[in-house]
């Protein structure tokens, strides 16, 4: 059960190299993943997308269809920091094209 | 009570808000006015004390002047010349008095008189009976002599010697009808008065009075003054509010505002619950509508996962679907099994992303194509490439992962797909090892690629066991960390001779103590050749 202190977080940010990025934390499941939603529309368009999941502690399939949903409509997302639990979501999924983790 | 709380066509707290108001409104209302009158009636009192206090003051001035009179006339044995010299000066219209006169104890004379006292006309009786008061009074007599147009107050006083014999009377004129000029001190100001000989108002025994209406009503207060042998009756009467007018409208401009706050808190009230009747009724269809929606989309998952499973030759199969603890949607999770013909077996474990209706309709949709184009004879990594047709998460927001498999109950060929599914476990006698596939995108993610059919052969006895994510995926860990917990219950679950349905029972249990956050499927099946 995810408590106050781990719910999401999704806000977009400059990336270290000036790119927007929005930077996941926390959990995303179905009560949440608007905010992400939320975060990922605000990438102006035409920009590619990248998310940056340093501090993603648990994403579920709600959440990987948001982020489905915008590569579906705008290209593929570059994943940085990617924690394991995504990774490997990733990897069984065979996403790796779409959610591009960036090593 | 009336449907919803109201009484009159509103709501009874509004009724009460109307009443308590109402009631404070009136006790602060009486209140106000209470203070009011309290402060009226005590600014009267003062006024009339220290009206009182001005006669008070007034009485020996003339009761020296009598007195000294008295006491010169018995020294001088009524010496007419020493009379007039000591009293000439204070006798005429701007004097103290209008006439002196002095008398024989027994009513004879008068010896010497100045002016022109009224007393004169009287009959010997009366002024007997006055000068007989003088004598025995010991103090000054006081006789009103109101008859006529000039009215007087006269006062008679003998000497203080013993064996007096004469008797000094004095008269003051009283102003015109008795009606007082206006005066001066203002302790008499603002106020309407009257002044009575003696006790009581007698208007036979008015002196003074400010208006010819008399008795003197409304708001009044009197007081009593020793004036000779007689009384002084002092009574006064507000003609207007003597205090802030301020305070005397208080009563009512509490009143007003009492009844302004009242009818606006009533008004709020009456707002506040309508609106919040409104916010019930929309929240009561909202929990209608979505219990609806909810009983529509289990209906549906139901019918989608069936009770009786078809049997070939050679395949025991056991399934489990485990509903998610969190959230009361329904989730996109199934498991299906369809007879090819009387050796294979079409078997599918999917999971639709999200949940409630949207879910449980695109993993409807897929069932049913899955299992036509299995019909056709499509093989899984056939069927997969097609579904992609049916589903975009791009358009529909859900996205499913899928594993299809071909099981041939004479070989124990296993030929299978996966849509971005979590990979199955294959176990035997010996231990249990994940399915190493290369898994394709997910239904409803666009991809060049394409799906890659594995095929494996289970071991005599061998169970392949198949399931949604919900199995696997706990929040903190990857998967690979559910993926172990899985091999390592399903390795000490190896008897071969216990059936597939234990093993599934076993992994609920030991995986899932306290049911699940998420819906999970699971079907195991086993090559009983």
């Not at chain 2, 006798?91 to 008398?103: L, N, R």
Request: charged share 25%; glycine share 10%; aromatic share 4%.
């Amino acid at each position: 059960m995810s408590g106050p202190a781990e719910r999401g977080h999704a806000a977009l940010t400059n990336g270290a190299d000036g790119r927007p990025c929005v930077s996941l934390a926390g959990e995303f499941d179905v009560s949440n993943a608007d905010d992400l939603r939320r975060a990922l529309d605000e990438i102006p368009r035409g920009q590619p997308a990248v998310v940056d999941a340093t501090g993603l502690r648990f994403i579920d399939s709600s959440g990987i269809a948001v982020l489905l949903q915008h590569a579906e409509r705008f290209g593929p997302i570059d994943v940085r920091n990617a924690p394991p639990i995504l990774r490997r979501i990733v990897e069984i999924s065979g996403l790796d094209d779409v959610l591009r983790i960036e090593s | 009570m009336p449907e919803g709380g109201r009484r009159w066509g509103v709501h009874v707290p509004t009724i009460v808000v109307l009443v308590v108001g109402l009631l404070v409104t009136a006790v602060l209302s009486v209140a106000a006015r209470a203070v009011h009158e309290r402060d009226e009636d005590r600014l009267v009192r003062q006024r009339v004390l220290a009206a009182s206090s001005v006669l008070v003051s007034a009485v020996p001035a003339i009761q020296a002047r009598v007195a000294a009179a008295a006491e010169l006339v018995e020294e001088t044995d009524a010496s007419p010349a020493a009379f007039r010299r000591a009293m000439a000066p204070h006798i005429g219209e701007e004097q103290q008095f209008v006439g002196a006169s002095v008398w024989r104890v027994d009513g004879e004379g008068p010896l010497v008189a100045i002016g022109d006292p009224k007393l004169r006309s009287r009959s010997d009786e009366e002024r007997r009976a006055l000068f007989e008061s003088a004598v025995s009074a010991d103090t000054m007599a006081v006789v009103a002599l109101l008859d006529g147009a000039d009215a007087r107050i006269g006062y008679a006083m003998t000497s203080a010697l013993e064996d007096d014999r004469f008797v000094v009377y004095a008269e003051q004129a009283l102003p015109p009808n008795r009606t007082a000029v206006p005066q001066q001190n203002e302790a008499f100001t603002g106020l309407d008065y009257a002044v009575y000989l003696g006790r009581g108002e007698d208007s036979a025994t008015v002196l003074l009075a400010s208006t010819p209406d008399l008795p003197l009503e409304g708001r009044r207060s009197a007081d009593d003054i020793e004036f000779g042998d007689s009384n002084l009756h002092l009574v006064m009467a507000a003609r207007e509010t003597l205090g802030s007018v301020w305070i005397e409208r208080a009563w009512w401009l509490v009143g007003a505002l009492g009844l302004l706050l009242t009818a606006g808190a009533a008004a709020l009230t009456e707002r506040l619950m309508r609106g919040r009747e409104r916010a019930e009724r929309l929240s009561a269809e909202n929990a209608r509508l979505y219990a609806q929606q909810r009983s529509v989309a289990q209906t549906l998952q139901h019918s989608m996962l069936p009770d009786v499973l078809p049997k070939v030759d050679g395949i025991d199969i056991a399934v489990r679907y485990v509903p998610g603890v969190e959230g009361v949607d329904v989730g996109g999770d199934w498991y299906d099994v369809m007879t090819l013909d009387d050796h294979r077996l079409l078997v599918v474990v999917g999971d639709v992303s999200g949940r409630g209706l949207g879910a449980a309709t695109v993993m409807a949709a897929l069932r049913y194509a899955i299992r036509a184009y299995a019909a056709q004879g499509d093989d899984p990594a056939t069927i997969l490439e097609k579904l992609g047709r049916l589903v975009s998460v791009g358009r529909d927001g859900h996205f499913a992962t899928v594993l299809c498999a071909i099981v041939d109950g004479d070989t124990g060929t296993v030929t299978l797909a996966s849509a971005g599914h979590p990979p199955p476990a294959v176990a035997d006698g010996s231990g249990c090892e994940f399915v190493s596939l290369t898994s394709g995108v997910p239904v409803g993610v666009s991809s060049p690629n394409g799906y890659a059919t594995t095929t494996l052969t289970l071991p005599p006895g061998g169970t392949l066991l198949a399931f949604t994510d919900g199995l696997v995926e706990r929040r903190g860990e990857t998967l690979d960390e559910g993926f172990e917990r899985v091999r390592r219950v399903t390795t000490a679950a190896r008897d071969g001779a216990a059936p597939v349905d234990d093993l599934l029972a076993r992994l609920v249990d030991e995986l899932m103590p306290n049911g699940s956050d998420d819906d999970t499927a699971i079907l195991g099946l086993r090559w009983t050749r």
